[in-house]
């Protein structure tokens, strides 16, 4: 199993937080933490829960992939306009259509 970087994960968080050009202080407050615990996720020195971590995703537009690995996956135009649209629904009707297209997809990779 790969270890995690966590100063590595800290400074690509701190670089699309000043991409977007918000201090510290706005991203923790989006994300619900303290000042000081941004400062140490920013600086590798403490361990975030993975709620914080997709927290500052959503916040900061930012894939996981690319935050955990440096591997960003070019994600399909006509697949994200489906799934765009239904997030304007309900979060049970969003959640079910993720299930359903991870099923055709497994569906799909043992089929081939």
């Known amino acids: 199993m790969t270890e995690l970087d966590y100063q590595k994960i800290g400074s690509k968080i ?3 937080r000043l991409e977007k050009g918000w201090s510290q202080d706005k991203l923790s407050e989006k994300c619900n933490i303290s000042l000081s615990f941004m400062g140490h996720i920013e600086r590798g020195t403490r361990i975030m829960s993975l709620e ?3 927290s500052l ?7 996981a992939d690319h935050i955990l690995w440096d591997i960003v996956r070019p994600s399909d ?5 489906i799934l765009n649209g239904v997030k304007t629904k309900d979060a049970v ?14 569906i799909m990779s043992d089929g081939c």
């Open 14 to 16: 701190r670089a699309a």
């Open 57 to 63: 995703c959503n916040e900061l537009e930012i894939s």
């Open 77 to 81: 135009p006509i697949l994200l306009n």
């Open 93 to 106: 009707t969003y959640s079910s259509y993720v299930r359903i297209i991870r099923a055709i997809a497994e």
């Open 52 to 54: 914080t971590f997709v």
